[in-house]
């Protein structure tokens, strides 16, 4: 029976670019949508299957990307909604639909009549006289290694278990997302007294009092962010009330409860483990870094211990500066966790002159979107940006901007949600409502979300340092989206590998801090003064120290994440109340066990890795930034901020998304293979090594 017409997903949208019609979308309309998109998709599968014509790339990969149009449009908008509006209605048909995606999916990557025709053309593509051209090629490459990963050569016994391991996965996946969610939501930290708020700017102070109001309590509320280090331990003279933030941060999923994740993943990295040994790899992280350019899991950890070595050496030396400074504020005993990052910031403000509550001043998001972000990209790409108040919104404040190419055509859309809201999960990323695709006729609609806390009404929404980098990453991945030029919806964009999918945003994070950029968009919200040029220099300078914390932090996590799924196929699931010892085991092993340096991450919030798609791959943040390091380069040796280097990086790699192999196409930029020594030497690691530390 078809969808009713009334579903706004029935039809493609009418909005332009196929911008979705939030403005219809109900709840209750995702499930009939997706009944009816499997349906379809099962339909179109048994037509390419059925054709009695020999496999040829036109009969049966065209037209396998071809399928599922109604099922794509459905489930690319409810994903994004599970994420930014996750409601408690949202959450529990997230919680029925994402398992029964797992089993579609599941149906079209192991149907092995399919996969017969799939395996026919990849072996014509081989030989040397193929008429295919080399986007064809790689898009030949790319389904054959996605049906043979997924399971599509097993025997129809070992098939079976593979169903349901995936099943599991996603019903546990989707479980911890959902969990973490109510966790972070409670382990908000609840003061009375304005007091204790000292130190904090007064956008910061306002924020509180309105997620204080939002939850019906009296004094405010600091919401937890995600990652380890809250920012607000940054500014808080409170020494106490720094305890109390951090404790509820890393306390999160490990408390007991309702909210205890640790359960979950030790069944997630149990569940991980044995599809591994499935399908013929002796464990998760193996099975991962297979299908990524790092290769093997070996190379992957013998890039993050040649960085922990010189990283312990260099947290070693801001201790002595942290203690001093403590020393100095009449602060007695040890320094602790949440002593760090407030003095790390006393230090920097000291050395460098840098008071980071006033800096925020000069960041509104306003002026970082259209004189930051946006001009940068105008200076590089030649883009232009035109507001569209046309639209519907599925949220408050949120902004549409069409994407013009150098006064030509247009390129698509890009949704800005910035703002935080009790249903939206925590951290940043970039997500695609429509993928670019010649073939399908498409241009991209985007969407970049951060959670920057929203301000009160008629005030300007004040960014931190941290954010400012974050805008500038996450809209490098947008670039890469709205940028991609291909056929096939199968290497659109940043369909590539996880550890070289960060590399386009990481580099995008450089224009934040060019002098022309910055001297272009920081300005005061009150007076419109520019930030004053020595200023500028200083927090340039500063972004530099204290890289030893970050580096300590960032190889936990990554290390943290290997360990997880370096768990052999056949090991019993390890017990949920040894979660702890298993951390503190892996950390030293490694030589980054810290007590004052936690992981950027904790196994009980670590929602990169137990549900939100990193699984043995936070390493490619470390991983991306060794090429980038290495391309910041090549812009700073052939002039920075031009036009000419800009089209150069996108016709070279952002538009090429996966059609190329991604390392020969850093090679045609850069005139080689990466190296790592920029990568050392921005993170003070070549000094560290050249000493003999660690």
């Known amino acids: 029976m078809p969808l009713d017409s009334e579903n706004p997903f029935a039809a493609p949208s009418a909005l332009p670019f196929g911008y979705p019609p939030f403005d219809v979308i109900r709840l209750e309309h995702y499930r009939p949508a997706f009944a009816q998109g499997v349906l379809e998709q099962r339909e179109e599968i048994d037509a390419i299957t059925a054709d009695p014509e020999q496999a040829t790339f036109a009969n049966t ?7 599922g149009a109604l099922l794509d449009r459905t489930m690319r908008v409810f994903y994004e909604m599970a994420n930014s509006m996750a409601t408690p209605a949202m959450q529990e048909l997230e919680a029925e639909l994402m398992p029964a995606w797992s ?22 593509a081989q030989a040397e006289d193929t008429e295919l051209s080399p986007e064809q090629r790689r898009v030949v490459e790319r389904y054959h290694t996605d049906f043979v990963r997924a399971g ?37 930290v609840h003061v009375s007294d304005a007091g204790e708020l000292d130190g904090l700017s007064p956008d910061a102070v306002e924020a509180a009092a309105r997620a204080a109001s939002d939850r019906g309590l009296e004094g405010y509320v600091i919401t937890v962010a995600s990652p380890t280090i809250q920012p607000a331990i940054m500014s808080l003279r409170d020494r106490s009330l720094r305890e109390r933030l951090h404790e509820a941060s890393i306390s999160r999923g490990t408390s007991g409860g309702d909210h205890d994740t640790r359960a979950l993943v030790c069944r997630i990295a149990a569940l991980r483990a044995r599809r591994a040994g499935l399908l013929g790899y002796p464990d998760h992280a193996a099975y991962v870094v297979a299908d990524q350019t790092a290769g093997t899991s070996a190379a992957v950890l013998e890039v993050l211990g040649s960085m922990a070595g010189p990283a312990m050496a260099n947290l070693g030396a801001e201790r002595t500066e942290i203690e001093a400074a403590m020393r100095a504020d009449g602060v007695e005993g040890p320094v602790r966790p949440w002593d760090w990052a407030y003095y790390a910031a006393v230090v920097k403000a000291q050395r460098f002159e840098i008071d980071s509550a006033a800096l925020r001043a000069y960041f509104s998001l306003d002026r970082v979107l259209r004189d930051g972000v946006f001009f940068a990209a105008e200076r590089l790409y030649g883009v232009t940006f035109t507001e569209r108040t046309d639209l519907p919104l599925y ?25 935080a809201r009790p249903t939206k999960r925590g951290g940043a990323w970039m997500d695609e409502f429509v993928t670019q ?13 951060l959670n920057v806390a929203a301000p009160a009404p008629g005030r300007p929404a004040l960014m931190s340092v941290d954010e400012v980098r974050t805008a500038f990453h996450e809209f490098g991945h947008a670039l890469h989206g709205l940028f991609s030029s ?39 919200h009150e007076t419109g003064e520019v930030l ?28 943290l994440d290997q360990e997880w799924h370096r768990i052999a196929a056949d090991a ?41 798609g990193y699984d043995a791959g936070y390493y490619s943040y470390l991983w991306s930034e060794v090429l980038d390091a290495d391309m910041v380069d090549w812009f700073g040796e052939n002039g920075g901020l031009t036009r000419e280097n800009g089209q150069v990086f996108r016709d070279r790699l952002l538009s090429r998304g996966g059609a190329v192999d991604p390392l020969a196409a850093f090679a045609a930029i850069r005139g080689r293979a990466p190296s790592t020594e920029p990568l050392l030497r921005r993170r003070g690691l070549l000094v560290a090594a050249t000493r003999g530390d660690g």
Not at 61 to 67: A, I, K, N, Y
Not at 538 to 556: C, H, K, P, Q
């Open 103 to 124: 089993a579609h999916r599941d149906a079209v990557l192991l149907d092995r009549e399919l996969f017969a025709r799939v395996d026919l053309v990849h072996r014509a």
């Open 61 to 67: 990969l065209v037209s396998l990307e071809r399928t």
């Open 572 to 612: 019993d699931p390890l017990d949920p109340g040894a979660v702890e010892e298993f951390e503190e085991t892996a950390l030293e092993r490694h030589g980054v066990r810290s007590d004052l340096v936690p992981p950027r991450y904790r196994t009980g919030y670590f929602a990169h890795t137990f549900a939100g």
């Open 395 to 419: 949220a408050p404040n949120l902004g549409v901007y069409e994407v013009h190419d150098h006064g030509g055509p247009s390129l698509g859309l890009f949704v800005c949600d910035w703002f």
């Open 437 to 449: 695709s010649a073939l399908l006729d498409q241009r991209p609609v985007v969407v970049v979300c």
């Open 486 to 524: 291909v056929t096939y919806p199968r290497i659109a964009g940043t369909e590539v590998p996880r550890d070289f999918v960060e590399f386009p945003s990481q580099v995008n994070e450089m224009w934040a801090w060019d002098p022309v950029v910055l001297a272009h968009y920081a300005r005061h």
């Open 532 to 559: 004053p040029a020595d200023v500028a220099q200083r927090l340039i300078a500063s972004g530099e120290a204290g890289t030893g914390f970050d580096t300590v932090s960032m190889l936990g996590a990554a290390l």
């Open 152 to 188: 599509a050569a097993l025997s129809i016994e070992e098939q079976t278990e593979l169903r349901r391991l995936n099943d599991e996965l996603a019903t546990a996946t989707t479980t911890f997302s959902s969990t973490l969610l109510a966790e972070s939501n409670a382990a908000a």
